[in-house]
């Protein structure tokens, strides 16, 4: 069974860190692109950042370059996501999600881990 | 960066029903047009890609069309199980795969 396990997420104060994690576990993790999505309360979904299975591309949705750092291990099957200098807009339920190379969908996502960003 | 409008924000339907969900996008995206389904609590789960083919295990009462900027979500036969917020997403410009702000299903 295909899946994707989230994990990292808490309340951090504005202008601190945190690491996401996503462990994933029944497919062959490097070959797929896997993104990270996330849901501000009582928000639409949207994208943050995106990762090649080989590792050697990423992309990041403008409001977070510079902040966050997308990186992958596929010996250890395991997504990550640095984030820096969180504000309160980072707030939100961050999901990881797995797609083929190129223009597909995501066709697998993780439960979610809240990031809830307040002093 | 291509916006995606979805309408009506909230749609009320009696079970059996049909229910119809629209998205259109400010630019075409061909047919690379998802949908997917969020039940509250839960993760989206993959409906519909390629604007109007099922993923695996989706049942037949959901089906989509559409191509280029106007797509259409159909649910012939709403079910008290199919209470959820829908949200389309393009990914015909990769990244970022931009998402409509949802639409939610609520069982009249």
């Known amino acids: 069974e295909v899946q994707l396990l989230e994990s990292g997420g808490g309340l951090v104060q504005p202008g601190g860190s945190l690491r996401l994690s996503c462990a994933a576990s029944g497919f062959t993790f490097s070959s797929y692109a896997m993104s990270w999505v996330r849901q501000a309360p009582g928000k639409g979904l949207e994208w943050v950042s995106g990762?090649?299975?080989?590792?050697?591309?990423?992309d990041y949705t403008d409001s977070v370059k510079g902040r966050f750092t997308i990186s992958r291990d596929n010996s250890k099957n395991t997504l990550y996501l640095q984030m820096n200098s969180l504000g309160v807009d980072d707030t939100a339920i961050y999901y990881c999600?797995?797609?083929?190379?190129?223009?597909?969908?995501?066709?697998?996502w993780g439960q979610g881990t809240l990031v809830t960003v307040s002093s | 960066e291509i916006v995606m409008t979805q309408s009506p924000a909230t749609l009320s339907v009696s079970p059996g029903e049909r229910a119809t969900l629209s998205c259109r996008a400010s630019?075409?995206?061909?047919?690379?047009l998802a949908w997917y389904q969020q039940k509250p609590g839960q993760a989206p789960r993959l409906l519909i890609y390629?604007?109007?083919t099922r993923a695996t295990g989706i049942p037949a009462r959901f089906s989509g069309s559409g191509s280029g900027t106007e797509f259409t979500l159909t649910i012939s036969s709403l079910q008290s199980e199919d209470s959820a917020v829908y949200h389309c997403?393009?990914?015909?410009?990769?990244?970022?795969?931009?998402f409509g702000q949802g639409t939610k299903v609520e069982i009249k």
């Open positions: 997403q393009q990914y015909n410009n990769w990244p970022p795969g931009t």
């Open positions: 390629g604007a109007s």
């Open positions: 630019q075409t995206v061909s047919s690379n």
């Open positions: 999600a797995k797609k083929v190379a190129g223009n597909r969908p995501f066709d697998t």
């Open positions: 990762i090649s299975g080989t590792g050697d591309s990423t």
